[in-house]
């Protein structure tokens, strides 16, 4: 007996183009994607695949965002950014499909900035969920929905393990794409805001358990959060780092095959 596979990908701004790295080599080794689960970034490549995406595709989706056309200032209210055209990109990219129409069942993590309160998207307009997960506090303006503010969904769950397992995946692997150091280089807003949200972010992973089975922690230290221009190499140390943990994702899968066909074969 096979288990239900399902990947959690963590929020982590440019970081999070890593993502497309490791799913790449699950899929070259044969490792099933039954669910994803994604925060922030971690939200956008998850539907991005489950809208059929090819890996191909997805590399070539990653230079889209090199050219930053998404980025759309405004006088500052809410946000630097008003996501406009960050949503509309979105659409386009996934094709204007809802969330319960993609190949593969996925969740998306946002924040309610109104409230607190985890939302999660698991059907809907995508480039509304996506809108609304990948809006860093201060930097995007919020994605108003059904009278709440949505913002990032790493500002409250940064790898969302608890959601895919929720969904129904029996074997879980994490992938955590923020800085295994927090830097300590500050000289723009932008990073103000991205190194307190990553000190808090630490904290939070610090003091809450996981769920995953295999935690997939690429060393992204020396790339930086905003830095969009530098993604071939995040998708690759995506990739090496993933290829470094198949053997021990191979072991885990094995382990828990034992564990619960000997659990049925009792039952029997």
């Known amino acids: 007996m096979n288990p239900k596979i399902g990947i959690a990908l963590g929020s982590g701004g440019a970081r999070g183009f ?69 949503k509309e990109l979105i ?33 809907g307009d995508i480039a509304t969920a996506v809108r609304g997960s990948i809006s860093i506090p201060g930097i995007f303006v919020p994605e108003p929905w059904n009278g709440r503010l949505l913002v990032d969904g790493g500002v409250i769950d940064r790898i969302p393990v608890s959601v895919v397992k929720d969904m129904g995946a029996e074997f879980i692997i994490g992938v955590d794409v923020s800085p295994i150091k927090v830097s300590g280089e500050v000289s723009t807003i932008y990073d103000v805001i991205m190194q307190s949200i990553e ?11 996981t769920v995953s089975n295999v935690m997939i922690r690429p060393n992204l230290d020396h790339f930086n959060s905003r830095n969009f ?8 140390t995506g990739e090496e780092e993933t290829e470094k943990m198949i053997p021990e994702i191979i072991h885990q899968i094995e382990q828990w ?3 619960y066909s000997g659990e049925k074969d009792q039952d029997t």
């Open 91 to 123: 659409r386009a990219l996934s094709y204007g499909r809802k969330i319960e129409d993609l190949d593969l069942p996925i969740a998306v993590i946002a924040t309610d900035l109104l409230t607190g309160e985890k939302i999660i998207f698991r059907e």
């Open 199 to 209: 000190i808090m972010q630490h904290e939070l992973v610090r003091n809450r358990e």
């Open 18 to 86: 890593a993502h497309i790295g490791v799913i790449s080599v699950l899929k070259k080794h044969n490792i099933p994607i039954d669910y994803i689960a994604g925060s922030s970034m971690g939200a956008l490549v998850a539907v991005l695949y489950g809208a059929g995406s090819n890996i191909d595709r997805l590399y070539k989706i990653a230079k889209v965002f090199k050219s930053k056309y998404y980025i759309d200032y405004v006088v500052p209210k809410m946000g630097l950014i008003s996501g406009n055209r960050a």
């Open 229 to 236: 221009t530098d993604l071939e190499n995040i998708i690759q």
């Open 257 to 259: 095959k034992e564990k």
